[in-house]
């Protein structure tokens, strides 16, 4: 199986920061990559796909980038709504495996 | 829209058998796969399986073969997830997925507790 290996596990930040989440992948997975948020009680949303398409609808403060085994995930200026926890998912080969997830928290 | 709405909370016994469902609206339910993920707490994310809605054929992960079963029912547009010999281990958040992954269910939190 491929291992997602995701950093840092938690971070805290203010409003209007930058922020940036990355996942490592244990082989190459060309760009076969999402980045989801999820809050508590809901289901995961996604915010990229193919590791750097926007999903519709997205703010455009979130963007991907990264290919092979390197991806990354910035926020460009935190908002409010944006405190959440965020996880990757690489979709090369089964089985499907999750990065350990970023929980961004208000500092 | 597009959306998988699942079936609600369940509490079951330790050996028990839960029976989760997942209904598609919004999109052709033949036209992609469903795949089941879950949550244990404080955990991360863990893929179960998928299974095609058109023929009905399922994958499972090893570490759930034999204990898991996916359904469909093409009449209601619905897909179940099934786990049977239920520990304490097993109580988790399970969310059902439709392929490509661009968007999920909002996941349906089984308790297993004597």
């Known amino acids: 199986d491929i291992q997602m290996t995701q950093s840092p596990s938690s971070l805290s930040a203010s409003v209007g920061d930058r922020v940036t989440i990355t996942c490592r992948a244990s082989?190459?997975?060309?760009?076969?990559l999402g980045w989801y948020q999820h809050k508590p009680g809901e289901g995961p949303k996604r915010l990229i796909y193919?590791?750097?398409h926007l999903q519709s609808g997205v703010p455009s403060r979130f963007s991907g980038s990264g290919s092979g085994t390197d991806f990354t995930l910035t926020i460009s200026s935190l908002q409010p709504e944006d405190f959440a926890t965020y996880f990757c998912?690489?979709?090369?080969?089964?089985?499907?495996?999750f990065g350990g997830g970023t929980k961004v928290e208000i500092k | 829209q597009e959306q998988l709405v699942q079936s609600g909370a369940a509490v079951k016994k330790p050996g028990a058998s839960v029976k989760v469902s997942c209904k598609a609206s919004?999109?052709?339910?033949?036209?992609?796969?469903i795949h089941w993920v879950r949550q244990a707490p404080g955990q991360g994310l863990e893929w179960m399986g998928k299974?095609?809605?058109?023929?009905?054929?399922?994958t499972y992960a090893q570490r759930f073969q034999g204990r898991v079963t996916l359904t469909r029912e093409r009449s209601t547009t619905t897909v179940y997830m099934e786990l049977g010999s239920l520990t304490s281990g097993d109580t988790a958040v399970y969310y059902c997925?439709?392929?490509?992954?661009?968007?999920w269910g909002q996941g349906t939190l089984v308790i297993v507790s004597s």
């Open positions: 997925a439709r392929d490509l992954w661009g968007f």
């Open positions: 919004g999109y052709d339910f033949t036209d992609y796969y």
């Open positions: 299974i095609n809605p058109s023929s009905g054929s399922s």
């Open positions: 082989q190459d997975i060309r760009i076969d």
């Open positions: 193919a590791a750097s």
């Open positions: 998912l690489q979709q090369n080969s089964d089985p499907p495996t």
